[in-house]
């Protein structure tokens, strides 16, 4: 099945510390995303691409950088975690050529802790 | 600033109906989603409304007046595997003719024997 995977799945860190979080697709779509998840405050949007040579800010991009390495690559970095970034990250894929809904497809999560 | 009200949590009874409200104030829109989503997992697509008017897929159904601001979401004969978080979601203009989603907080739905 074509699918969204992000790796780790679960990582506990220090404050100070470099971390990357990676989203591969066998999807074929163009379009990736970066989420993060807070309990009461929903998915908020860090960063998105459109394809390898375009990387656009979300309403939340302080603290972090992307790269698209390739079609199917979009890995997120934290350059220096602090514990406010402690969240549940999603990565998503969609298709622009669209189909019926052009709905995002959702990768499994990654449980970041930063201590 | 973006917009994008639901109630926090609601909670049903097996086999009944339950409707799941969402208002939204955004700068454009292009449609409006409902995702599912399990406690720790990702969520997953349900519906689209663009037009006003209902949408019916099965158990669930969503409704859209665009010029109310206002989406629902139906669900029908509910089951226990329900219980989930439900996410509105507006797709809105981003620039250079390309989009992006806009979450609601999300509705903790719990289906009580």
């Known amino acids: 099945d074509a699918d969204v995977t992000q790796t780790p799945r679960n990582r506990i860190t220090k404050t100070g510390k470099r971390i990357m979080l990676e989203c591969s697709q066998t999807?074929?779509?163009?379009?990736m995303y970066w989420y993060r998840q807070d309990p009461g405050l929903g998915l908020r949007l860090i960063y998105y691409?459109?394809?390898?040579?375009?990387?656009n800010k979300g309403e939340i991009s302080d603290g972090y950088s992307v790269s698209r390495q390739a079609q199917a690559k979009f890995s997120l970095s934290l350059e220096s975690a602090i514990p406010n970034q402690t969240a549940l990250y999603f990565c998503?894929?969609?298709?622009?050529?669209?189909?019926?809904?052009?709905?995002?497809?959702f990768g499994p999560g990654t449980r970041l802790t930063v201590l | 600033g973006q917009n994008i009200d639901q109630p926090t949590e609601m909670t049903a009874t097996e086999g009944a109906i339950v409707q799941i409200n969402c208002t939204y104030q955004?700068?454009?829109?292009?449609?409006l989603f409902w995702y599912q989503q399990h406690a720790g997992e990702a969520p997953t697509f349900l519906s689209y409304?663009?037009?006003?008017g209902l949408e019916e897929k099965g158990r669930f159904s969503s409704f859209l007046s665009r010029s109310k601001g206002y989406s629902y979401l139906l669900l029908k004969e509910l089951q226990m595997k329900d219980s989930a978080s439900y996410l509105c979601?507006?797709?809105?203009?981003?620039?250079?003719?390309?989009?992006?989603?806009?979450f609601g907080k999300g509705t903790k739905l719990s289906v009580i024997p």
């Open positions: 998503a894929t969609s298709d622009k050529r669209g189909g019926r809904y052009n709905e995002q497809f």
């Open positions: 999807k074929g779509h163009d379009r």
């Open positions: 691409s459109f394809d390898v040579k375009d990387i």
């Open positions: 955004t700068s454009g829109f292009n449609g």
């Open positions: 409304n663009v037009l006003d």
């Open positions: 979601a507006v797709r809105r203009p981003s620039g250079a003719g390309s989009y992006q989603l806009t």
